[in-house]
């Protein structure tokens, strides 16, 4: 994998988001991964390598969250239909 790519994986605590970051662990690729829940930031980087707050609902978390990163890997459902027009605002 190309290591100049610095992803963020959305949704690791769902079934696929695991397997897919299991994976991209296992490949050595340059990744975090995403959670609204502070609570679960350190047990996720103790799984994952590295763990950022995100939560979806506040765009004032996006500026931390999307610092260096290049793309973005969501394997989360956008519940609410704000969700999309918030994403439009955000340039990565």
Excluded at 35 to 50: I, S, Y
Excluded at 53 to 78: G, H, M, V, Y
């Amino acid at each position: 994998m190309n290591s100049s790519n610095n992803l963020l994986v959305l949704g690791v605590t769902g079934q696929v988001g695991k397997l897919v970051a299991r994976n991209l662990r296992r490949s050595g690729a340059n990744f975090s991964v995403g959670t609204r829940r502070k609570a679960n930031l350190k047990e996720l980087a103790d799984q994952f390598g590295a763990s950022r707050f995100i939560n979806l609902d506040d765009p004032r978390t996006f500026d931390e969250a999307l610092k260096n990163i290049t793309s973005i890997i969501q394997l989360t459902c956008l519940c609410k239909a704000n969700h999309l027009s918030m994403w439009q605002n955000v340039t990565v």
